[in-house]
Every structure is written in structure tokens, then in C-alpha cells.
């Protein structure tokens, strides 16, 4: 495929001279483990971004970074968060507060957006994991640590 173009994501990465690797892949592969075949990875380390809301009067916005083969368990980052309850926001709702295509969000794009970042624990058997670059079709291979260190991503078991 053609050499992608640097989305706003690997400006941050560049402008703090972290190491990525970019895969690009058609944005017409939906799923983790299509993403995981074409970049010859397992499935395991390709992560997806979910946008979760607070069910408070005045939701608070969360990033939930999982499994892509796997499932947010809701009690367990609502546990995480201190919140009493989260749902999942809708893709008209995820595509508003973020800007970005569903398919496409990255916690790397929406660095001081108002979003607090959980990575699930799953993440700390690899070090490196896939995630999306802020555009559908491109991942960005990078260490666990950085992205931890970049989006101030707190740690926990989110995935069922």
C-alpha cells in the first residue's frame, strides 16, 4: 500500500521522538483478528478504543483501550473508574466527542481532549501492542510503556 500520511497521532509520537511502527491496511477490515492477519500479528496484540460515558448528569468521557478479539466489561472499568455506572456510547456520540471515525479513534489523538485513558492489563504481556493512529486503515505498532507514558493510560482488567 501506498506510504500513509502522518495523521495527528504520529506527529505526537514524532514530536516526542517515540518509536512506531505504521501498518496500513484496507479501512474496510472491521475486525482485530482481520487487522491481525494482514499485519502478521497475533490477534491478541491488536487493541481497539472504545468511548465510554458516565451515566452521571454530567457524563464524564472515558477511553477504554482493549483486546480487538475481546469484550469491555463495563463493571470492571466502572470499578476501575470509581464510577457507579458506564455505558457505551453510541457512534454518533463516539464520532462527536472524539472527531474521529469509529474504527478509527486513538486515545495518541485526543491527548488534553477531557478523556481519562484504562488500558487493559492484558496489554502488559507484550511489549508492544497494535493501536489505531486516528484514521481507519492505520495502526501504529508501539511499546506498551510509551503509550502508557503518552496518554497517561491507567492500567486494569477491563475484557471479558
Known amino acids: ?16 521522538r517515540i518509536p512506531y511502527v505504521t501498518h496500513t491496511f484496507s479501512p474496510d477490515i472491521h475486525s482485530a483478528e482481520g487487522v491481525a ?17 458516565s451515566t452521571a448528569a454530567t457524563p464524564r468521557p472515558y477511553l477504554a483501550i482493549i483486546p480487538g478479539h475481546r469484550e469491555l466489561d463495563l463493571k470492571k ?19 462527536a466527542l472524539t472527531g474521529l ?8 489523538a485526543l491527548l488534553n481532549k477531557g478523556f481519562t485513558v484504562y488500558l487493559d492489563a492484558t496489554a502488559e504481556a507484550f511489549e508492544t501492542i497494535l493501536v489505531s493512529a486516528g484514521q481507519r486503515g492505520i495502526n501504529l505498532e508501539l511499546a506498551v510503556a510509551d503509550l502508557v507514558a503518552v496518554t ?6 477491563l475484557s471479558g
Do not use: C, W, Y
Open 1 to 16: 500500500m501506498a506510504k500513509a500520511h502522518k495523521t495527528n497521532a504520529m506527529r505526537l509520537l514524532d514530536g516526542r
Open 37 to 53: 492477519e494482514v499485519v502478521g500479528m497475533p490477534p491478541e496484540q491488536v487493541f481497539k478504543t472504545l468511548v465510554v460515558l
Open 77 to 95: 472499568l466502572a470499578q476501575a473508574t470509581g464510577e457507579k455506572k458506564l455505558r457505551m456510547a453510541s457512534q454518533r456520540e463516539a464520532e
Open 101 to 108: 471515525q469509529v474504527g478509527g479513534i486513538s486515545a495518541l
Open 152 to 157: 497517561g493510560a491507567r492500567t486494569a482488567d
